[in-house]
Every structure is written in structure tokens, then in C-alpha cells.
């Protein structure tokens, strides 16, 4: 453990309940008191992690003295105190950890010296898709189906779950990362039974990086925490501080409450919307004032869950009674809600209604304006209210949706995060795309209409444009909240009574986030009423949230494809940008979970929820939504007769053990991992094939060529993409000879832990425009110098056949959209020694030093245009050769068959860190030799 420096005097003792811990005082640091809450959580990282090298007394001083109207402020270290992952963007993180192991036995070391040095915690949330539905076998077909299609990945991580330390698997079926985070994992304030410089063990702000876009779900509960990509959490595993920049705070007042009616999802379509007109992209948001207290604890979950929608870094609920009522009610023991608010109220993290920090600019919202809504068809940003849906809609489908063409900014980077919810890179993404603006005037509306003649079940009926194909209720956003949940299940019993049911070309699913869900609505009674109406169990996972929402009822399908019907999905998610919901769905809304029920009973957007009938009764007579809707007594009634903390004691107890399938997978107790040569989803990773005990000195880079040619705003998903594997593509051929079939394929994000994969997908996005290859879209270039067109991924192989090195020259913001790791780890695999571009997304640029790739920049004003480059030059950088430290600028010649042009280039490796990870080849490589350095060391 690294020896804090102190050098404020900031060590001192917390005693709660007969026991004692060591904590490091704010308030013996000058001008805390000021600070928001989001950046005291920062301060006390830095008091507690200085080493006087990494973290240094100048890095506190400098976020003490933060200037709230600076557009940033200083470049601090951040040390988390532990890591969540999904299995999407979690597995290569543990491949890469198994990787190093072997290497580590291959060196003579002990591989049991390779562990995750914070707590690392996966859940598995992200695979099970929602085939079956509308029967109480549902959720058992879709379980075996998702272990049939992911058993290889799902066999890696159940070894992971015993062979390594501080590594913990939520196995498929429990729950949604985010949910389980907020119920069960998160500390709030962690107590860490490590001895520090006292001799007490530490009691410090729960902090976390995720490998999930919707991290700052926990935020509601006080606990700072936020996206990154795959290699800043495999770094932070392994001990390695974050860099980051200290932004702006935006702070926003609340007063009012609620009004009765408006649910946790009316909430947050507000704010979202509110903040995006705002613009708050890569700020913290924090909620301070009267009207916290009114909000529920599953509210700022939901809101905290939604701030990659309006671009926040997190959306943070400071520490209060609220908070404690919580963690009492998810069975936290008494002792640790004793420690959480000793430490709070100790350190000025407690919220005071009264008390109101320097922010960088401060917002007032009133909880009262909030009115039922709904969002879409397009953009989680564009809020409905309800009682205007049905004019709105009507005039979507006869004007459009009046949402740009082509999304930018902060709307593209969101969108690209599909379907494995790669968190977001704010460096660089501007807010470009405001909400539309829904308030105009009412005018009459005729819906445009096409009614298509299908016979569902022997049932004959009609579909036709703004029906409703797709009622979900799915995604953490809402199912944590037992308030939002057990309206639905209140409504559906209501609805049952009156005799109502869905309409029949609706496909209806439940997929909460958590089995607590499932526990209480059958402790409430209501699952047989939500069954009835076809929102049996499909899932515990995202499902539908990220696209897994499975097909169509075949004859919907049918008749929606041959006469191009604009139909709808209604969900209870966080993002519904066209095509990622499912591919036949044109609409796509963001709903409370009554409201997904109410639309699955009218069966159709036109209609007017607020007066129109969702049906008639068994007597003929109309059944309005007013007559079935709960009230919020009513709702808190039963929120507070079922939802009880045993339930959540009980859940959790076993909640690494998995089902029958889980505990079924073959394992080893072994402390080196079996590959499987055969397998197509999980291969080692060849990072330390040839890896030398020592890193070699720096080299120039020769005679290289480049392999592709790019312009402005390249995103990791042009980089990288997570999507679909078209069949005549490098990855699919790849698939095809290693016998998969095309409906088995997948997409790119479920196969992140092969790299053979993963390396024939780089630079292979249908959208990516590669100037070697004028014309032509795809992942394409020409090899050199003989000019033949190829794919990227074979003109890489046949350049390192001949020892060729490759370079990417780019435009500015390259890199910019998602923290996509493979997106790095691609290009370095594809033999690229060198990114030569205007500008670079921060994290993307870390990421590629990570890696060992050289960011090259030019110099101010100049470009690849204004040199006269084409990309058919061979290039040269010199300057490293020779030197004990990376230079701040190389020589970069290129000689083509007009001449020779030579220009200096910015080496943007900006830090100590990313100096010694570069020198090593990689942060994997340089942290595999600090740890066979240690160990000679210790045995010496």
C-alpha cells in the first residue's frame, strides 16, 4: 500500500460504535467549505492517495482552490475505490487479466500476484434477450438460450469468480448491473480493512469507475461515480490512477414536490430535457436545497441513471436521512448506516437544505411543473407531455420527427454506445442537438392511415401506422424504483377487474432489474394480473433497453415489413434512437411503467390517454386511464407494506451463486485459465507474445506506410464498432471458417473477448470514409505501393508480413464518441505504431498510449491538407531513437513521388504516467514488470 504523504495534516481518527478508523479531515485543508459535494469526494482521494509523485500536494492545492467560471480546472489523479463492469465491456477486461497471468508464469513469476488491487465486481446483464414472452415459461426459455449462445464467455468469467481476489460475478439472471449496484454492492462509505498509516483501517467516499454508460445511477445514493472505457478500468483494477481534468459544477436547486400523478420517469424526461437546453456536456451535476428531501431515493436513482442522455459526467444526490432510509430498507447492517453518517455528517458531506456551495452555475427547478410524459420517437431528450402525445405524434407521421437526419455530438456518441453501452467520452463532444420544441400551439392532426389485414392467433384484426408492437417493461431506470414498478403492477390489477386486455400485436415483456422486484409483486399479489395482460418475466437484464428485445410476433413482422408500416415501441429504457430498439420500429418512446402498460392496452399512439378509452369493460361501458390509474397514496400504501428489507437480505444472500446453468459450467479450480483454441468468443490476447523481461529502448519509426487516411470527428465506433457482423466482412469470413453460422454471429460487442474478431473489425464500420479509397464506404483501403484495394484488416496482414510499420493520419477530434478500448487495442494489433492527427479525444488518446500507439499531433494550423499529404508518402519519425524520455516533439518526413516533406509533430504523451506506459509498450506491460520488479524485491 503506497505511503500517504499527509502533508496537510489531514490524518486523523473517526470512533464510531466502539470502533476506529482512519480518515483524512477535509477541513484541515483551507477552503473546503466552499467546495460542492462532487469535488470534496475528489479532494479526499487526493489526501488519501498522495505519494508526493502520482498525487501530489500541488494537485490538492490546485482543487482547493478551484475556480467555479474556469471552462476546467487543474489535471488531478483520481484513484477509485473500486471498478463495476457488465459482460459486454467486462469480459476483455478479464481476458486481458488471464493473459497476464500466463505471462507472469512465463517469467518464472507466481501468477497469483496477478489480482485486481480494488475490489472488481461484474454482473451479467447484458446477453439474455427477450425471444419468448407472454408465458410463464418465458424467462426459463430465454435463460437456456442465452447460456447455449454465451456458455464460452460465461465458462471464463465463473473461473474468474474463484480464481481471483477481489473479483466478484453476478451471474445471468439476477439483476442489472446498475440495480444491483444501488441495492446490494455500493458502500456509500467504504471501510477497508487494510491497514493504513495509523495502523486503523480507512473509512473513505465510496467512489467507482464502470464500464457502463449508466454508471452515475449511483449517484442517487451520494456515491461519485461514472463511465469509462475498458482500459481505464483495467488500469484502475490494477492499481493505476485516472487523469483527469477537474470541470465545472452545475448546481441545481430543487423545491416543490412531486405533484400526485407524476412518477420518478416523468422526472427525469424533465430534467433531461431541461439539461440538454442547458448543456451541461462533461460538467457534474449536483442537486442541493429544499426540495432534495422530497425526493425519493429511487428519483435519484433514476435521474442519476439518465445523465449520459443530457451529458453529464454524473448527476449527484448529496448524503442525508433519505440516503440512510435507504440503506436500511436494502438491508445494509446497522453498523454501517452508523458509519456512513458519522463519516458524512464528520466530514461536511452531509446535505444541508440551508447550506448552498459555489457552483459554476446554478439552475432552480420546481418539483411541482412536473407532468406525465413521454419521450421520443427518436431521442430520449424529447419530452412529450402526455396530454399533447397524441396531436404530437400525428404530426411526426405526417411532418416528421423534425429530429436532424444525421445525429452529432453528444446524440451520436449515445447512439453509438449500442448495444453495449460503452460510456460516453465527453472530451470533445459538443451538445449541438437541442431538444425539439413540443409546445407549439394545438392544431388538428390527421393521422396518415394504411390498415393492413393480419390474423394473429386466429384472431383477425388490423395494424396500421403508430400501432404499438413492442410494450416493455425493462431497464434499471425504472425497475429500482418500487414506486414506479408497483403502479404498473396496480394498473394491470385495475385493468384486469375491468375486464380490459392488450391488443394482440403487441409483444409485452418484463425484465426487471433485480429478483427484489419479483419478490414483492408477488408478496403484493400482482403477478397473476400482470401476466394476464402478458408481461410475464422474460428476463432479468437489459433486454429491450439495448436492443435485445427479440423479434416480432411473426405475423406483425410480416406485415410490417411488406407495407412499411411506422409502427412503435413503447419501453420503460433510457435511450430510443431509431433502429437500436428493433430494427422494424421507426418509433421509439420512453415511458413510465404504467404508461408501457396503458399504450400495450390501447394498442396505438393515436389516442389520447387523457381522454380517450384504453377499452371497454365486460358491460360495454368505456375504460378511461383515470379510472385505473393508482393514486400516489394508494401506490405508497403498498410500496410500504411490501417492500421490506428482508426481502432484500434474503435476495442478495446468494447472489454470486447463480442457476443450475451456472453452477453446471465445468471449472477447474486452477489458478491458470484453459484456453480453448476452438473457442470463437474468448482467445488469449497476444499483448505479451515476445514481451522482453526489460522494455526495450524507445525506436523511430520507419519507412512506414499509412492504412488509412481519415478526416474530422472519426468515432471509436468507426474505430471500433459494437454492432452487427455483416457476413462479407473479415470478422464473418473469420466466423464462417471457424464454423459459426450467420444467425449465430452475434455482434462485435458480445465477441470483445477474441481478438482474432475484434482486430478484422477495426477500421471496418460501413460508415468509416478512408481518403486512400475516394468513393467507397467501409473498411477499406489500397495497399502500397502497389495500389490493389483490400480490406483494412488484409493490407494490415500483408504489411506485416513484410515488416512494414503503419501510421493513421487524421482530422481533429479523432477519437471522439464512446471510451471504447477495442478501438485502441484494434489499432495496435493491426501493427499502427503512430496516430498523426489536428486534435484527439482525451480519453481515446490515453487509450491509445495505453496501448502503445504514438499520438502525434500537428502543429498549430497545420494539417495533412495544408502539407500537401496524401497518404501514399512512406513516413519517418525520428527523435526518439535514443532518448531516455519521450520528446515533446519528433521530425516526421514523408517522401513521395513528388518529393520529400518534412514537418515537425506534437508528442502528446502529457503526463508521467502515460510516459512510463509508452516506454513500456503498454500499461499491461509496464504493470506485469513492476509487479515481477516487486516480487525479485521481496524475495531478495
Avoid at 449 to 474: K, S, Y
Avoid at 671 to 677: K, Q, R, S
Avoid at 733 to 748: A, E, I, K, P, T
Wanted: overall charge negative; some cysteine.
Amino acid at each position: 500500500m503506497t505511503v500517504t504523504r499527509n502533508s496537510f495534516d489531514a490524518r486523523a481518527e473517526l470512533k464510531v460504535g466502539g470502533r476506529r478508523y482512519e480518515i483524512f479531515r477535509l477541513d484541515h485543508v483551507q477552503g473546503t467549505a466552499r467546495l460542492p459535494y462532487s469535488l470534496k469526494v475528489l479532494l479526499e482521494n487526493l489526501l488519501r492517495c498522495e505519494d508526493g509523485t502520482v498525487v501530489t500536494a500541488d494537485q490538492i492545492t490546485a482543487l482547493t482552490s478551484w475556480d467555479p467560471a474556469a471552462h476546467h480546472g487543474a489535471e488531478i489523479q483520481f484513484t477509485p475505490a473500486r471498478v463495476l463492469m457488465q459482460d459486454f465491456t467486462g469480459v476483455p477486461c478479464v481476458v486481458d487479466l488471464v493473459a497476464m497471468r500466463d505471462a507472469m508464469a512465463t517469467f518464472g513469476g507466481d501468477p497469483q500476484r496477478i489480482n485486481p488491487l480494488i475490489p472488481a465486481e461484474l454482473v451479467i446483464d447484458h446477453s439474455v434477450i427477450a425471444d419468448a414472452f407472454g408465458s410463464p415459461d418465458a424467462f426459463r426459455v430465454n435463460a437456456d438460450l442465452e447460456f447455449s449462445r454465451n456458455q464460452e464467455r460465461y465458462q471464463l468469467l465463473r473461473w474468474g469468480q474463484q480464481a481471483f481476489d477481489d473479483f466478484v460475478v453476478v451471474p445471468p439472471g439476477t439483476g442489472i448491473c446498475h440495480q444491483v449496484n444501488l441495492e446490494y454492492l455500493a458502500r456509500v462509505v467504504f471501510t477497508r480493512e487494510i491497514l493504513g498509516g495509523s495502523g486503523l483501517p480507512q473509512a473513505y467516499p465510496d467512489t467507482l469507475v464502470g464500464t457502463d454508460s449508466h454508471t452515475p445511477m449511483v449517484n442517487g445514493l451520494g456515491v461519485l461515480g461514472w463511465g469509462v472505457g475498458g482500459i481505464e478500468a483495467e488500469a484502475a483494477m490494477l492499481g493505476q490512477p485516472m487523469s483527469m481534468l477537474v470541470p465545472q459544477v452545475l448546481g441545481i436547486k430543487l423545491t416543490g414536490a412531486l405533484p400526485d400523478g407524476a412518477t420518478a420517469t416523468d422526472l427525469v424526461l424533465t430534467v433531461a430535457q431541461l439539461l440538454r437546453h442547458k448543456g451541461v456536456v462533461g460538467k457534474m451535476v449536483e442537486f442541493y436545497g429544499p426540495g432534495v428531501a422530497n425526493v425519493p431515493l429511487a428519483n435519484r436513482a433514476t435521474i442519476g441513471n439518465m445523465s449520459p442522455e443530457y451529458g453529464s459526467t454524473s448527476a449527484i444526490f448529496p448524503i442525508d436521512e433519505e440516503t440512510l432510509r435507504y440503506l436500511r430498507l436494502t438491508g445494509r447492517s446497522t453498523e454501517h448506516v452508523a458509519v456512513v453518517e458519522a463519516y458524512a455528517k464528520e466530514q461536511g458531506l452531509w446535505h444541508e437544505p440551508d447550506h448552498e456551495p459555489i457552483y459554476s452555475e446554478t439552475v432552480e427547478f420546481n418539483l411541482d411543473a412536473v407532468v406525465p410524459s413521454i419521450a421520443g420517437p427518436k431521442r430520449p431528450q424529447d419530452r412529450i407531455a402526455l396530454s399533447k402525445a397524441r396531436r404530437v405524434i400525428g404530426q411526426i407521421l405526417t411532418e416528421g420527427s423534425q429530429v436532424p437526419a444525421e445525429l452529432v455530438g453528444l446524440d451520436e456518441a449515445s447512439a453509438e454506445s449500442f448495444p453495449a453501452s460503452d460510456p460516453i467520452a465527453f472530451g470533445r463532444i459538443e451538445d449541438q442537438q437541442q431538444p425539439v420544441d413540443r409546445s407549439r400551439p394545438d392544431a388538428d392532426v390527421t393521422w396518415p392511415t394504411a390498415p393492413v389485414p393480419v390474423t394473429i392467433d386466429g384472431r383477425a384484426t388490423e395494424l396500421d401506422h403508430g400501432h404499438v408492437v413492442i410494450a416493455a417493461i425493462t431497464s434499471c431506470t425504472n425497475t429500482s424504483n418500487p414506486s414506479v414498478m408497483l403502479a404498473a403492477g396496480l394498473l394491470a390489477k385495475n385493468a384486469v377487474a375491468r375486464g380490459l386486455t392488450t391488443r394482440p400485436w403487441v409483444k409485452t415483456s418484463l425484465a426487471p432489474g433485480s429478483r427484489v422486484v419479483t419478490d414483492y409483486y408477488d408478496e403484493a399479489g400482482l403477478t397473476p394480473y400482470l401476466n394476464e395482460l402478458g408481461f410475464d418475466l422474460v428476463g432479468y437484464g437489459c433486454t429491450t433497453c439495448i436492443g435485445n428485445s427479440g423479434p416480432l410476433i411473426p405475423e406483425v413482422s410480416a406485415a410490417v415489413t411488406e407495407h412499411d408500416l411506422n409502427v412503435a415501441a413503447v419501453l420503460s429504457g433510457n435511450r430510443n434512437f431509431e433502429g437500436r430498439i428493433h430494427a422494424e420500429t421507426q418509433m421509439n418512446f420512453l415511458a413510465s411503467p404504467p404508461l408501457v402498460i396503458a399504450y400495450a392496452l390501447a394498442g396505438t399512439m393515436n389516442t389520447d390517454l387523457t381522454s380517450d378509452p384504453l377499452g371497454h369493460d365486460t358491460d360495454g361501458e368505456p375504460v378511461y386511464l383515470r379510472d385505473i390509474w393508482p393514486s400516489t397514496d394508494q401506490v405508497e400504501a403498498v410500496v410500504g407494506q411490501v417492500v421490506q428489507a428482508q426481502m432484500f437480505t434474503k435476495g442478495y444472500s446468494d447472489v454470486f451463486a447463480g442457476d443450475a446453468n451456472w453452477r453446471s459450467l465445468d471449472m477447474p479450480s486452477a489458478e491458470m485459465f484453459t484456453w480453448d483454441d476452438t473457442s470463437t468468443y474468448v482467445r488469449r490476447p497476444p499483448y505479451f507474445e515476445a514481451m522482453p523481461r526489460e522494455p526495450e529502448p524507445l525506436r523511430d519509426i520507419t519507412a512506414a506506410r499509412a492504412l488509412a487516411v481519415l478526416g474530422d470527428s472519426v468515432t471509436t465506433d468507426h474505430i471500433s464498432p459494437a454492432g452487427s457482423i455483416r457476413k462479407d466482412s473479415p470478422a464473418g469470413q473469420y466466423l464462417l471458417d471457424h464454423g459459426v453460422s450467420v444467425r449465430d454471429f452475434n455482434s462485435y460487442g458480445s465477441r470483445r473477448g477474441n481478438h482474432e474478431v475484434m482486430i478484422r473489425g477495426t477500421f471496418a464500420n460501413i460508415r468509416l470514409h478512408n481518403q486512400l479509397v475516394p468513393g467507397i464506404e467501409g473498411g477499406f483501403t489500397r495497399h502500397l505501393p502497389d495500389g490493389e484495394q483490400m480490406s483494412i484488416f488484409d493490407a494490415a496482414t500483408a504489411y506485416a508480413a513484410d515488416g512494414v510499420p503503419l501510421l493513421v493520419l487524421a482530422g481533429a477530434e479523432y477519437g471522439s464518441g464512446s471510451s471504447r478500448d477495442w478501438a485502441a487495442k484494434g489499432t495496435t494489433l493491426l501493427g499502427v505504431r503512430a496516430v498523426l492527427a489536428e486534435s484527439f479525444e482525451r480519453i481515446h488518446r490515453s487509450n491509445l498510449i495505453g496501448m502503445g500507439v504514438l499520438p502525434l499531433q500537428y502543429s498549430p494550423g497545420e494539417s495533412a491538407r495544408s502539407l500537401g499529404l496524401t497518404g501514399e508518402e512512406t513516413f519517418t519519425v525520428t527523435g526518439l531513437a535514443g532518448a531516455e524520455t519521450v520528446p515533446p516533439e519528433v521530425t516526421v518526413r514523408a517522401d513521395g513521388e513528388h518529393g520529400q516533406t518534412e514537418f515537425a509533430a506534437v508528442v502528446r504523451i502529457d503526463t508521467p504516467a502515460e510516459q512510463e506506459y509508452y516506454r513500456h509498450g503498454g500499461i499491461l506491460q509496464y504493470v506485469l514488470r513492476h509487479l515481477l520488479t516487486t516480487a525479485e524485491v521481496g524475495t531478495s
